[in-house]
């Protein structure tokens, strides 16, 4: 099978990257704008900017009144969301086809004129709801402060991956009017974002609606990307985390090679190797077998800067974790040195091909095709990269997962237990370090 993803591109004098892709299979069109500012590009002390702007965006800007974002494209028929990670925030609208104009000039207004609307009242409502989504993920959810823990060990303080996405509660509280409305104007500009539009349009057409909507807004200021040293753990470290939990949990975290970076596909087939299904080597050990475990998982976090590699695993009714990282450490061993068997290499890249083809069926969504060249874009500087995204897939061998396991996981990593209140002796290693 072959996979292309045809397109179009402009750039606005005032610097917006605009992607044009046709595929009228259905009377669907796309909206997906990507702003190149994440959790990364804040600074500590002011962190949860990025994702505080996802819920401002559909507060209403300048032309738009509270509520009539939202309203306007339910009205069409159509469905909109937007994410936040630590290197980019992207915003879609899936429309009828003819809901375009709709979409587009909803984007231009708050790209434009979000913050002629901004009022204290505003911010103050959305702080006030991030701050209560971050008690009900984060720190009254069972495992919520997990993600937070680890990434505070595995980078140093300032490194702006150290930080979650979602920012601290005292960060949150003590941003001001003036903290807020200069991060959107320096990082919610033109020059710092690409638009895709994909779906059944016509690419002139389409072409036009954008020249309308967006040229006028003016470019702002130029924008550095952001970068870090690269990183690495000079040690094993155990941490131990009680938690209002009835099972521990057992987290084990690798700096892992950089989305799109050679060994990133690899990472993800160690990932179906080791906790993909009842046939993955830690399921059928930990689950199936000795029975000591409730699940296991392992992905690989990608991002541009750097990558985690993760395995989680929740333990029985009172079973140490200790034994399950023994379990853990020996499977990772044999994977880097005795490597994969070739029907676990096929069982991964079917699975990694699938997935991916899966993705391209929609035009929309997040993973959908306007989000991909977006992603291209932003990760690879090359919007038309998913033939060769796919081939990296098909390329992994049971010899290039052997060396990136050998590489990558033998490395020293971040061992976190999160165990039942006063119950630290079922944690796995000592506390500190190994």
């Known amino acids: 099978m072959q996979i292309s993803l045809p397109y179009d591109t402009f750039v606005l004098d005032n610097g917006l990257r605009v992607f044009l892709h046709e595929h009228h299979a ?54 909109n969301n937007g994410s936040t990670n630590p290197d980019r925030t992207n915003y879609w609208e899936d429309v009828p086809s003819n809901g375009l104009e709709v979409a587009l000039w909803l984007e231009a207004d708050r790209m434009g004129w979000l913050a002629d609307a901004m009022t204290q009242e505003r911010l103050d409502g959305q702080r006030d709801v991030v701050r209560n989504e971050r008690r009900q993920s984060y720190e009254n959810r069972p495992y919520g402060l997990a993600f937070e823990t680890i990434l505070a060990a595995l980078y140093p303080s300032e490194h702006p991956y150290s930080w979650p996405t979602i920012g601290s509660m005292a960060d949150l509280a003590a941003a001001t009017m003036d903290d807020v409305l200069a991060f959107f104007r320096t990082w919610y500009t033109p020059g710092n974002a690409t638009l895709a539009i ?36 000079a040690r094993d470290v155990h941490q131990v985390l009680e938690d209002d939990v009835q099972l521990a949990r057992l987290y084990m975290t690798w700096h892992s090679p950089a989305a799109y970076a050679e060994g990133d596909a690899e990472m993800e087939a160690i990932a179906q190797v080791l906790a993909d299904g009842k046939a993955s080597r830690l399921y059928r050990s930990l689950v199936y077998e000795k029975q000591v475990a409730q699940s296991v998982s392992a992905f690989q976090d990608g991002g541009r800067l750097g990558s985690a590699f993760y395995i989680v695993i929740t333990a029985r009714p009172g079973v140490a974790l200790g034994p399950l990282e023994d379990e853990v450490r020996s499977t990772i061993a044999a994977l880097a040195t005795q490597g994969v068997r070739s029907e676990e290499v096929e069982r991964a890249r079917n699975h990694m091909e699938t997935a991916f083809v899966d993705e391209l069926q929609n035009v929309g969504g997040f993973g959908g095709r306007a ?43 971040v061992t976190l237990s999160v165990v039942p209140r006063g119950r630290r002796e079922l944690a796995a290693g000592s506390e500190g370090d190994a």
């Open 371 to 413: 989000d991909r060249l977006n992603n291209y874009w932003f990760f690879v500087g090359d919007a038309g990269y998913s033939a060769q995204d796919l081939e990296r897939y098909r390329a992994v061998t049971a010899d290039h997962v052997r060396d990136v396991a050998r590489r990558v996981l033998t490395r020293p990593c």
């Open 26 to 79: 259905t009377p669907l069109v796309s909206v997906n704008l990507w702003y190149h500012v994440g959790s990364a590009s804040e600074r500590p002390g002011r962190t949860g900017f990025a994702h505080l702007f996802e819920h401002l965006m559909f507060e209403g800007s300048k032309h738009v009144p509270p509520g009539q974002f939202d309203n306007l494209l339910e009205s069409l028929g159509a469905t």
């Open 198 to 233: 994909a779906g059944d349009i016509d690419a002139h057409h389409a072409r036009a609606l954008v020249e309308r909507y967006f040229a006028e807004i003016p470019a702002g200021g130029a924008v550095q990307p952001v970068g870090a040293t690269p990183v690495a753990l």
